[in-house]
């Protein structure tokens, strides 16, 4: 078996728990609808959409394999990973209450907890936009400006497609994921759109997943020592 292989029969494992009861997955052990990661780098990389979620009494679907793609970002790079694992009824990029309410306070806590330097959201969108991705920044807002992580980002993922910032998915609601973590952290987030055809063609797929590491380790490595370890002063 070659490596695309490997990958490929990896990624369907994963996708196993996602796809459960028509992709609207399974409660965990702890009766949370989401699943946390715990990782060993200042990056949180969060996935809302990686089942079923509803907006507005519409069922939305599922984004295909973002929960796997956060999944193996988080086991190769010690990241800290979020991931949704069942649909409750719930949308956390559209609505601050509630079940939705409490993915956000989880990720203000592993943000806390963790001392992250940077959140990173991982969305799927159609292919029918002008882009293949589009990175949400809020017009720099929800990044605090920090165009040097924004440049990596952007750079790496021109390597794997079509790259656009602020085109369609902005990240300028204040119910969206990223926006809300940042108003209320401080800690620069980016949302990542990824288009059907790269996260559903393998090799496309194991392409952008080299892309995403590569951003990930960079990132870590610009995040500053004294944000990451602060030490309290006497």
């Given at each position: 078996?070659?490596?695309?292989?490997?990958?490929?029969?990896?990624?369907?494992?994963?996708?196993?728990?996602?796809?459960?009861?028509?992709?609207?997955?399974?409660?965990?052990?702890?009766?949370?609808?989401?699943?946390?990661?715990?990782?060993?780098?200042?990056?949180?990389?969060?996935?809302?959409?990686?089942?079923?979620?509803?907006?507005?009494?519409?069922?939305?679907?599922?984004?295909?394999?973002?929960?796997?793609?956060?999944?193996?970002?988080?086991?190769?790079?010690?990241?800290?990973?979020?991931?949704?694992?069942?649909?409750?009824?719930?949308?956390?990029?559209?609505?601050?209450?509630?079940?939705?309410?409490?993915?956000?306070?989880?990720?203000?806590?592993?943000?806390?907890?963790?001392?992250?330097?940077?959140?990173?959201?991982?969305?799927?969108?159609?292919?029918?936009?002008?882009?293949?991705?589009?990175?949400?920044?809020?017009?720099?807002?929800?990044?605090?400006?920090?165009?040097?992580?924004?440049?990596i980002i952007t750079e790496q993922l021109?390597?794997?497609?079509?790259?656009?910032?602020?085109?369609?998915?902005?990240?300028?609601?204040?119910?969206?994921?990223?926006?809300?973590?940042?108003?209320?952290?401080?800690?620069?987030?980016?949302?990542?759109?990824?288009?059907?055809?790269?996260?559903?063609?393998?090799?496309?797929?194991?392409?952008?997943?080299?892309?995403?590491?590569?951003?990930?380790?960079?990132?870590?490595?610009?995040?500053?020592?004294n944000k990451r370890f602060d030490e309290?002063?006497?």
């Amino acid at each position: 078996m070659n490596d695309i292989e490997d990958f490929i029969k990896d990624i369907r494992k994963i996708n196993e728990k996602y796809v459960q009861n028509n992709c609207n997955g399974s409660l965990g052990e702890n009766s949370n609808n989401f699943m946390i990661k715990s990782g060993k780098i200042p990056i949180l990389i969060s996935a809302p959409h990686a089942v079923r979620q509803i907006r507005k009494g519409k069922i939305k679907g599922a984004e295909t394999l973002t929960g796997p793609i956060v999944e193996i970002l988080c086991a190769k790079t010690g990241s800290n990973g979020i991931i949704r694992t069942c649909n409750l009824g719930d949308d956390p990029n559209s609505e601050n209450e509630g079940v939705s309410l409490a993915y956000k306070n989880a990720i203000l806590k592993t943000i806390e907890e963790k001392q992250i330097g940077c959140m990173i959201e991982i969305h799927g969108c159609k292919d029918d936009y002008p882009f293949e991705i589009d990175v949400g920044t809020n017009y720099g807002l929800n990044i605090n400006s920090e165009d040097e992580y924004l440049k990596i980002i952007t750079e790496q993922l021109r390597v794997v497609g079509n790259t656009t910032v602020d085109c369609i998915f902005d990240a300028s609601s204040k119910t969206i994921v990223s926006n809300y973590i940042n108003k209320h952290s401080k800690v620069p987030c980016f949302q990542i759109e990824l288009c059907r055809s790269l996260r559903c063609d393998a090799s496309r797929l194991e392409k952008l997943m080299n892309s995403l590491e590569i951003i990930v380790h960079k990132l870590s490595q610009q995040i500053e020592p004294n944000k990451r370890f602060d030490e309290p002063t006497i």
